[in-house]
């Protein structure tokens, strides 16, 4: 499928599914770029599993968990556990010397396209509404990491058409009430988005390689303009189930005003909500939403034609910012989601 000289978009493989709510171990979309020996730049749109599973890793215990019928392959009980703890990376962390995400964060960084995301708000009562974070825009890119890990190609999780076993996380950062749409109100952390075409858009995805803690400044919400155009509403608790991946889930659900005589009625008491640690990873969580009409990637990347030059860097900020010459949309599988709702904690210091 050409797109005008030196422009390529080819798909490969048809196995990836959108959805409208993408929980920690299914699949979604990251894109990063890629420099080809001649020294041209390509984007890289990869459906790949949400959770790291670190290049490191090898197998051990490869007993499978149990599934229903119909809710594809078995994960092993140690994927999934590494998935469990590595689908959020926290942006305090990515500084720290010798971290999980020392590799990732050198070669490994990524955005990732979705048009929303959920969060629960956890009240004072222990009770949990569901909201949906979104913008007007049809896009939004949180920023991540990826891996891929070839210590699996021999196992049942990785198909003989794959070449890896593929995982990303999402970095979020503390909501400390002090930019505009922080959403401190709704969780203490928040995912942490960038601009695209900005400044920040190219340094984070550069793929040449390497670490300077400069970059972090990427990851600055201070001034991140994105967190401006941010809208939100409540959604119905189905969300917290992942087999309910419809459009229905991200449609506002209009709450009932209290009537007068509920404000005397006796309140149930209920147990205080637990705090949240890096090690707590069960309960409700972030989970991303991505539209199942494909074609907002597929319109995205094709748009970049428009700034595509030799030099995908050139001179940044002035206003005609270089982008990749090829684009490129590869399939490495996907499965059904597996765990329902994770908490946004992350273990990352293993």
Not at 33 to 54: C, I, K
Not at 135 to 142: G, R, T
Not at 207 to 224: I, M, R
Not at 295 to 311: A, E, G, H, Q
Request: glycine letters at 6%.
């Amino acid at each position: 499928m050409n797109h005008g000289d030196n422009f390529i978009l080819s798909v490969q493989g048809a196995g990836f599914n959108g959805s409208y709510n993408i929980p920690p171990t299914s699949t979604g979309v990251i894109i990063y770029v890629n420099r080809d020996n001649d020294n041209t730049y390509e984007y890289v749109a990869e459906p790949l599993r949400f959770g790291v599973l670190p290049e490191w890793a090898k197998p051990k215990d490869l007993l499978p968990v149990k599934k229903g019928s119909g809710l594809g392959a078995s994960y092993s009980r140690e994927v999934q556990a590494q998935q469990a703890k590595l689908f959020n990376c926290r942006r305090e962390t990515l500084s720290q010397p010798k971290s999980v995400w020392t590799q990732p964060r050198a070669h490994k960084r990524c955005v990732v396209p979705i048009t929303g995301y959920f969060e629960w708000l956890t009240t004072k009562s222990g009770e949990k509404t569901p909201y949906y974070v979104h913008s007007d825009k049809p896009l939004l890119f949180l920023a991540g990491l990826y891996a891929h890990n070839t210590n699996y190609n021999k196992t049942d999780l990785v198909s003989h058409s794959q070449e890896y076993f593929s995982s990303f996380s999402i970095v979020t950062g503390p909501a400390t009430g002090e930019d505009k749409n922080d959403l401190k109100w709704l969780h203490s952390r928040k995912p942490i988005f960038i601009k695209e075409f900005s400044k920040e858009w190219y340094l984070w995805l550069d793929p040449k390689g390497g670490w300077d803690d400069s970059l972090l400044e990427c990851l600055n919400t201070d001034t991140n303009p994105v967190y401006e155009e941010l809208k939100w509403h409540i959604v119905s608790n189905t969300v917290g189930n992942p087999k309910n991946h419809s459009q229905e889930v991200i449609k506002e659900v209009k709450v009932k005003q209290k009537s007068i005589s509920s404000f005397f009625s006796p309140k149930k008491r209920t147990a205080a909500p637990k705090e949240e640690s890096e090690g707590n990873v069960k309960g409700e969580g972030v989970k991303k939403e991505e539209k199942k009409d494909t074609m907002n990637i597929m319109n995205f990347v094709s748009n970049t034609k428009s700034r595509r030059t030799d030099n995908m860097y050139g001179e940044l900020g002035d206003g005609s910012l270089p982008i990749a010459k090829r684009v490129k949309l590869e399939h490495q599988g996907s499965e059904t989601a597996f765990r329902e709702d994770l908490d946004d904690a992350d273990e990352e210091d293993v």
